[in-house]
């Protein structure tokens, strides 16, 4: 059976690996980290989660959810990865991120198509074809240089930022309640409250802290959803209070009333020993970060096991540059997965490599190549990184409503307009014909 050469074993690179090992192929899957480290990774080991600790929303009737259930129906090694490492987090699906990556590293190492070189790729020319590149947003400096002499032009970039981990045991439970939000769920939050003082005083330190600032952040572009807080404080004193510190239906027992801010807490493992601030992506110095956000009530002693940071991301233009197979339009036996064709999400990462698997799949099987449907959560995430219309403005987007094509008949319910469309694209995801 023919070889094929990944490089990147994050969770598209990983997705793509096992998934095309599972058909029959000889896959030689190329991992740099045991010989140099990108800015946000920690460890060795594969699909590692570099800042939150969740893979969004399992709502039946959300995409997030519904690129869940396709991922499911293609056998997704990530996605089940994740279930064996759930934690409670609620209706989104959260993991701990150890027993996670050590579930794919394993599967990975045990499966006997599979050869991992610990090493890293400088050159594209270095590789046979057919390959796909998974390398992520922090691909490896010299890569990155032969990638772009192939497309012949910059890279896009935007920023990413991470949010701090919290050890449990120092975490003021007096002040600190368990529950989600209008108490849906099964209590997985810790919630420290604030009144409208302590919320003031709070916004005021982010403003005076002192920031990371490297020169070419000035002019940086954050990705809306993964935005530092003190950019969010920049755009109004009251927007965090309608972002990650939004208190509706959060009664505090002490007083059985939402206070007028919330800094909320997310399991971070299966012990439960660690927490990570949700929606507390910062660009702090990391001294300030401390001072700052002991200010929490229920933080006060609060010692943390990792601190914030914020990074440059890498995307290809892939409107411009790729193939509706995510293949390079100048090498046709060359292929990219993950968020370097413009997805955003660790999961919409995931997604690509699956989808890329298949293609690869069809045009190794002299196949005709066959997208997802349109309809589906996974059609419409392709749709919006190929379209070629979009190339002028490309940014790197997430699975949303907004991307699936809107009903032949109009329906004027937005609930009983979701329910319709997640049943089409379910109903056409069974028929494709991967
Ligand atoms: P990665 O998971 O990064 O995998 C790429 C792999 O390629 C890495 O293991 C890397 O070591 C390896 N590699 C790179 N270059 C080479 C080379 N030349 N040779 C060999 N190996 C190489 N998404 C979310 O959904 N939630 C978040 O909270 C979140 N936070 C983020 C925070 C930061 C700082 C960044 C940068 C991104 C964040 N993202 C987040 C976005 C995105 O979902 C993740 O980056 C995701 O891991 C992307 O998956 P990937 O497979 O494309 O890349």
Same mark, same amino acid.
């Given at each position: ?133 998974? &390398? ?21 970039? +935007? ?6 981990? $919290? ?18 769920? &099964? ?17 005021? #330190? ?13 002019? &940086?572009?954050?990705? #809306? ?16 209070? +309608? ?71 890498? +995307? $290809? ?71 070629? &219309? ?45």
């Amino acid at each position: 059976m023919k070889q094929i050469t990944v490089v990147g074993a994050g969770l598209a690179g990983s997705e793509c690996a096992l998934q095309l090992a599972d058909m029959g192929y000889q896959v030689v899957l190329y991992e740099m980290r045991d010989k140099t480290m990108t800015p946000a990774h920690k460890t060795h080991k594969f699909a590692e989660l570099v800042c939150s600790n969740s893979f969004g929303s399992m709502g039946e009737h959300s995409a997030p959810g519904q690129l869940k259930w396709e991922a499911k129906k293609l056998n997704s090694h990530i996605l089940e990865a994740a279930f064996h490492a759930q934690v409670p987090a609620g209706q989104a699906l959260g993991m701990d991120r150890e027993v996670f990556s050590a579930y794919i590293t394993e599967k990975i190492h045990n499966h006997p198509r599979i050869e991992v070189r610990n090493d890293v790729v400088t050159s594209l020319d270095q590789i046979p074809r057919p390959a796909v590149i998974a &390398t992520g947003p922090l691909t490896h400096d010299q890569l990155a240089e032969s990638m772009r002499k192939h497309f012949g032009d910059e890279f896009l970039y +935007f920023f990413d930022a991470i949010a701090p981990i $919290i050890d449990a045991d120092s975490i003021n439970t007096e002040i600190a309640w368990k529950a989600d939000r209008y108490d849906k769920g &099964t209590g997985d939050y810790y919630n420290c409250p604030m009144n409208k003082e302590e919320y003031n005083r709070f916004i005021e #330190e982010i403003k005076n802290a002192r920031k990371i600032e490297p020169k070419h952040f000035e002019t &940086t572009d954050f990705f #809306e959803g993964c935005m530092p807080i003190e950019v969010m404080v920049d755009r109004g004193p009251q927007t965090l209070r +309608f972002g990650p510190m939004k208190p509706i239906g959060l009664d505090d027992p002490r007083t059985g009333r939402y206070p007028w801010a919330v800094v909320q807490l997310r399991q971070d493992n299966k012990e439960g020993t660690a927490y990570n601030m949700v929606g507390f992506q910062t660009r702090m110095a990391y001294g300030e970060q401390v001072r700052v956000f002991r200010m929490i009530p229920g933080l006060e002693n609060a010692e943390f096991l990792k601190l914030g940071s914020i990074h440059r991301n890498l +995307f $290809i233009n892939a409107p411009k540059r790729l193939n509706k197979d995510l293949s390079s339009k100048n090498d046709p036996w060359l292929f990219f997965a993950g968020q370097i064709t413009g997805v955003e999400g660790y999961f919409e990462s995931t997604c690509t490599g699956l989808m890329v698997s298949r293609f690869l799949h069809q045009k190794l099987s002299d196949r005709v190549f066959t997208p997802p449907p349109r309809v589906s959560a996974m059609g419409s995430l392709l749709e919006a990184i190929t379209d070629e &219309t979009r190339a002028e403005h490309f940014q790197p987007t997430n699975i949303n409503f907004g991307l699936m094509p809107p009903l032949a008949e109009k329906e004027r319910d937005k609930e009983i307009r979701k329910q319709k469309q997640i049943s089409l694209a379910r109903t056409e995801f069974e028929n494709w014909n991967a």
